[in-house]
């Protein structure tokens, strides 16, 4: 029943497209667990599955021809998406840089570098910002993995004068600086390769958008970092080690301030004792 160019992956998402589908065929893939599905303009319905539904599942329960093709991955394999698409994170919009968009909106390109705000650790980051940037209005920000640029440049959309981006990657600061020139922010965002290790000047907030275990490694130099009485936004953090990293930065003198939750992550706002 199925015309298929290659077998369902393993261990991977792969895509779904069934011709003139409509309305029953889109109900039968969201029943099937499917990660994204839409209509597209010529009535195919498409889908992004899990690797555990097999061709023969979608065959008996869709019951008319279908094609599985290679899915795409967003932010650097860990979303699932037939398309890049608008949302809305900390009060912000951010939309794909080929679709219009309402001023003040935040364009991003679509490429592989993490940060397109549809991960829940980055919304997070980015409702976090909104709340500091609202009360205690930073004059710069060290965004520590920058990836695409995307909490550096909604700093900057939000009100922040400056901001640096750093990254270990060299395609993820072309992406943030490619990103910042797009919306005209790049006089006033910087890209720097390197480690956090290689700052040597204190800020009064800053953003990592990373993984649970770099920041407990990284936290004495993100520390060193940290201007009178500054915060630290920490994201990527799996809610069943958020006492760990929380702890890595109380131990040097970080104040907890707030956690958010979504989707089974959390970050952590502290702010410096000193």
Known sequence: MHDSPMPCPRDVPYRVDIPHGGREAFEHLVDLGALDVEILHDGTVAAVLPDHTHAEQIARI??????????????AGSVWLLSPRPIRAGGLQIVPAHMGAEAGALRLTDSGAFGTGLHPTTALCLEALAGIVANDRPDAVLDVGTGSGVLALAALMLGVPRALGIDIEDEALRVAGDNARLNGLDDRFQAMKGAVSTITTSWPLILANVLAAPLIEMAPALVRCVGHAGQIVLSGIPTSVEADVDQAYRRMGMQHVRSLSRGGWIALVLRASW
């Open 62 to 75: 869709v019951g008319r021809a279908f094609s599985i093709s290679t899915a795409v991955p967003r932010d």
